[in-house]
């Protein structure tokens, strides 16, 4: 079993930066990618950044150049960095996790997802 939380959500002002922190922990062999997804209010979750292993990055077109995903120092834990932050990006993020790992003596791939994080930006 594998539990990923996140953390570093809050209130901030149009322009202003706030970091997300995610960290997974429990039956880990290697964490493969990174992904953080948003869902705002009646809208679906979509895809706001990710990182593989080998450090490639992918950005949704709202965020590029604003937002940056990187593996931290601390084992099994990822940030993102907003910057530049905009009444849109008010959601509850969400970091999930593809995990390879032990189950019942086989390797196994799974993708874990954290409880979600608020993040509200004012104007």
């Known amino acids: 079993q594998v539990h990923v939380v996140e953390s570093g959500g809050g209130l901030v002002q149009a322009g202003g930066s706030l970091t997300l922190s995610c960290a997974a922990s429990?039956?880990?062999?290697?964490?493969?990618?990174w992904n953080w997804y948003r869902q705002a209010p009646g809208q679906e979750r979509e895809l706001v950044a990710g990182?593989?292993?080998?450090?490639?990055?992918n950005y949704s077109d709202s965020v590029k150049g604003r937002f940056t995903i990187s593996i931290a120092n601390a084992k099994n834990t990822v940030s993102l960095l907003m910057n530049t932050m905009d009444p849109e990006d008010t959601a509850v993020y969400y970091c999930?996790?593809?995990?390879?790992?032990?189950?019942?003596?086989?390797?196994?791939?799974?993708?874990?997802w954290g409880q979600g994080t608020q993040v509200t930006v004012s104007s």
């Open positions: 429990g039956n880990i062999l290697n964490i493969n990618a």
């Open positions: 999930n996790a593809e995990v390879t790992g032990w189950a019942d003596h086989v390797i196994e791939r799974n993708y874990y």
């Open positions: 990182i593989t292993s080998d450090g490639t990055t």
